[in-house]
């Protein structure tokens, strides 16, 4: 790995990279339905996410915020799942499941340590709303939040890490884009930003274990936010 | 004045309202330029500010951010207050004056208390690095940096009060415009807003008192954000 000047500005992945989707919307799916296979119905509705945002980027649909494309995976999910007895409301509620999720547990304090000699950002395809009830929720302390939504277009379109890079009037190469996904990073190099790994081998639970490997592409490679932080010299 | 329901998103007026633009720009200019009528020089460049905007607003100008906007109206004040020698670098450190103004001496502990019974956002028409670098800075907790730039409008553009709500979807009647403006909180209203005046008598410097009374189409008016918390049973 090369070793390049510090960054000034932490961007950051948040599902799965910042906050645990899985376990969080199998404990609500659990508590709504006992006798649901509440981690396969969490594995179901996230296998719908990249596709519904294909079709934004595709122009099959105009803009549309991922709360509300959530909520067209989610109506296939329930079907899928046998869950068709809930009504408008509880529907609605699971639906902003995604803006309760709760942090991994290295999380807040990580980004503690990082906000102190850096920027930090959210920059995730989630709308600006869900990455603020989110943060506000799990204590989540980000000196802005930025998101697909400022830009109009979801990662990896390009136009959100250079994107991210102009709000603050950097080059790409002093902006981090931090994530727990090698596409996500894999992109964000394109466009010049240097990038951190993050292992979160129980992102799809602990049945299904993630390849979390290094790639030497990465700038950095950090088993969680604390080392990262020690990485950084915070 | 009308006692509606606690608002459940407040969002703030920045420039005038959060911080103290007029004494932090002339300090800045006196400690650049001893000899220069720093006080004066704070009020030409705001002076500038509506009608830089009102050449986006009216199509004349593309979408420009309020750096690019500050920076056409301190190159004519350099001019006009005989500041001609300085070199670029010294031009652009000056411009981004702008992010480095000081909050009201109420403002942080203000906002803190604001901050545990809603969610607190800019609503500003200073671009999102500006209002992210003052807020580090400054030590301001924003739940979220809302800014012009992410509604591509300026206020009093409509879409700018709306937007916010939608972000969050809230009724308008949710949200409380805070502002040290009766034209920005008549703008807000007009959308449905709630709107809490802010009296910041020394905004022009403390030579030149302004006009802090009450107008009674608000939903409140507070001395300062300690008082606003008070009101709000914060």
Redesign the interface.
């Known amino acids: 790995m090369n070793t390049p000047s510090t960054p000034q500005l932490l961007v950051f992945d948040v599902f799965g990279t910042v906050v645990d989707w899985h376990g969080s919307i199998a404990r609500e799916v659990r508590a709504l339905r006992p006798k649901v296979d509440a981690e396969a119905f969490a594995l179901a509705w996230r296998a719908g996410y990249q596709p519904a945002m294909q079709r934004v980027r595709s122009g099959e649909l105009g803009w549309t915020l991922i709360?509300d494309l959530h909520r067209l995976i989610l109506d296939q999910v329930l079907q899928q799942f046998g869950l068709t007895d809930l009504s408008e409301e509880q529907t609605r509620h699971l639906n902003k499941v995604w803006h309760r999720l709760d942090p991994w547990p290295d999380v807040v304090a990580g980004l503690a340590r990082l906000k102190k000699r850096h920027?930090i950002?959210t920059l995730s395809n989630g709308?600006?709303?869900l990455?603020?009830?989110m943060?506000?929720r799990a204590g989540l302390p980000w000196?802005?939040?930025?998101s697909a939504?400022?830009f109009h277009a979801y990662k990896p379109d390009p136009m959100v890490y250079l994107g991210a890079a102009k709000?603050?009037?950097l080059p790409p190469a002093a902006v981090m884009m931090v994530a727990a996904h090698q596409d996500d990073l894999a992109a964000a190099r394109t466009c010049g930003l240097q990038t951190a790994y993050i292992e979160r081998p129980a992102e799809f639970g602990i049945k299904q274990r993630k390849d979390v490997s290094p790639d030497p592409a990465n700038t950095r490679h950090a088993r969680d936010f604390l080392d990262l932080a020690a990485q950084l010299g915070c």
């Open positions: 709360d920027t950002c709308n600006i709303g990455l603020t009830n943060a506000k000196d802005c939040i930025l939504e400022v709000v603050f009037e």
